[in-house]
């Protein structure tokens, strides 16, 4: 084994990354209006009382705020609130408004 495929090896396993090469066909991703869609159906079941804060931080950009929320929602729903945590974490926070507007 070369020493740059050990290298990237270990920097694969060491971030967590999946590599994408230029001969291989893109796997193809869920559509995005449909994952959404559920998304805000599963939303739509949680407790107003932890959207309507989390739509404000995502108005305000308070990402502390919307990570405490995230967290909190743990024990409602863990996709749910996995799928926000990403979400926050790539700072989306248009997506964020999106989803928890009422």
């Known amino acids: 084994m070369k020493h740059a495929e050990i290298l990237l090896g270990k920097i694969k ?4 990354l999946e590599y994408v090469y230029a001969n291989e066909p893109a796997a193809p991703k869920p559509e995005k ?11 739509a079941t949680l407790p107003e009382t932890l959207i309507k804060p989390l739509h404000d ?41 999106e989803l928890t507007a009422t």
Do not use: C, P, T
């Open 33 to 43: 209006n449909a994952v959404d869609g559920l998304l805000k159906a599963q939303l």
């Open 13 to 16: 396993a060491l971030l967590a």
């Open 57 to 97: 931080a995502a108005l305000s950009a308070d990402i502390d705020r919307i990570l405490e929320l995230v967290q909190r929602l743990e024990s409602h729903d863990g996709v749910v609130a996995g799928s926000l945590r990403s979400l926050a974490e790539a700072f989306d926070y248009e997506a964020l408004q």
